[in-house]
């Protein structure tokens, strides 16, 4: 009697925590379920019963495997065993024959149903928010090649600058090891550098005679116009400062706020540098193409007051390699 006088007390008192367990999840859209050591199942929210379509009552007790099929088990069980940090890369799990990303965190407890310990393991669904973010990465490229296009269109003469620019910037940005967040704003800034020029008239810039001091001050606006065009986007990396410095010198003879040395962020340092040696080896309506090796030879030349050295060798580095350099540039 004694004994089941306890069993009782037991029981309600697991009967009280599962209704608070469900009075605080149950309003959540998380998948909420506790597993014990053995990964049992002990305890499931709503929001996961109605993903499963299967009732608590049938999934106590049963393994990770039972409920979720040996692959997703196996990757939970991982997940469970080494929590990921925060923030970190969402995985790919099976719910009820629905493939979907999730963010999983694991805590262990004690274990509400006696000795050992619980795992209380929380899945939260990002798929919608990853499906939205790649739609709007591919209006982004979308957009990109349209104002791609319009420049091209405008300066015939600097067709593909940007796209090969934004190359040789992108590989001179990995060999001195920049972050993947910097490449990607470099490579966006690279792309859209010119956008500005739209705003410039079309006989400055395909003139076949030196520019008066006038047609320079005009053609310097580009800049300006680039980032007032693109302000109103929104851009993960310093995109829209890149572009804002691409013609500042390391001597601060540039423009347009004459900064000098390091005040220049790196990525704009090495799009000065890929911007300049893409249009040296390109032809233009007042000259002919540059061959690389003299661009080289140029850029060194004035790596001492225009451009960062180190970005320089980098991109020498990169000479080496002929053929890689002839692929970016196009076959210049």
């Not at 805590?107 to 919608?128: C, K, W």
Request: hydrophobic residues 45%.
């Amino acid at each position: 009697q004694a004994m089941a006088g306890r069993l009782m007390e037991k029981t309600r008192m697991l009967e009280s925590q599962t209704r608070l367990l469900h009075g605080v999840t149950d309003t959540l859209s998380d998948y909420v379920f506790l597993l014990d050591d053995e990964h049992r199942l002990l305890f499931a929210n709503r929001a996961f019963e109605i993903a499963l379509g299967v009732k608590q009552a049938d999934l106590f007790g049963k393994s990770l495997a039972a409920v979720f099929g040996p692959d997703t088990a196996q990757r939970l069980a991982g997940c469970i065993k080494h929590p990921p940090p925060a923030g970190a890369q969402a995985e790919s799990f099976v719910v009820n024959d629905r493939t979907g990303l999730f963010q999983c965190s694991a805590l262990p407890l004690p274990n509400p149903a006696g000795s050992g310990h619980a795992i209380l393991v929380v899945l939260h669904d990002v798929t919608a928010l990853h499906e939205s973010e790649r739609k709007r990465a591919d209006l982004l490229r979308q957009l990109i090649r349209a104002l791609m296009r319009a420049v091209d269109k405008h300066d015939p003469h600097s067709a593909d600058h940007s796209s090969r620019t934004a190359a040789v910037a992108v590989a001179i940005g990995r060999e001195l090891g920049v972050p993947p967040i910097d490449l990607q704003a470099l490579d966006l800034a690279a792309n859209l550098a010119n956008v500005g020029k739209i705003f410039v008239p079309k006989e400055i810039l395909t003139k076949t005679v030196a520019l008066t001091e006038a047609e320079q001050e005009t053609l310097k606006q580009h800049v300006q116009y680039a980032r007032d065009i693109l302000s109103t986007l929104e851009f993960e990396g310093p995109v829209l400062e890149t572009i804002w410095q691409k013609q500042e010198l390391m001597d601060g003879s540039g423009y347009p706020r004459g900064l000098r040395g390091e005040e220049i962020l790196l990525t704009a340092r090495i799009l000065a540098v890929a911007n300049a040696f893409v249009a040296l080896v390109s032809p233009r309506a007042y000259r002919d193409a540059v061959a690389i090796e003299q661009a080289l030879d140029q850029l060194l030349s004035e790596s001492k007051d225009k451009y960062d050295r180190h970005v320089v060798a980098a991109l020498f580095h990169l000479a080496e390699n002929r053929r890689e350099l002839t692929d970016i540039t196009g076959g210049v």
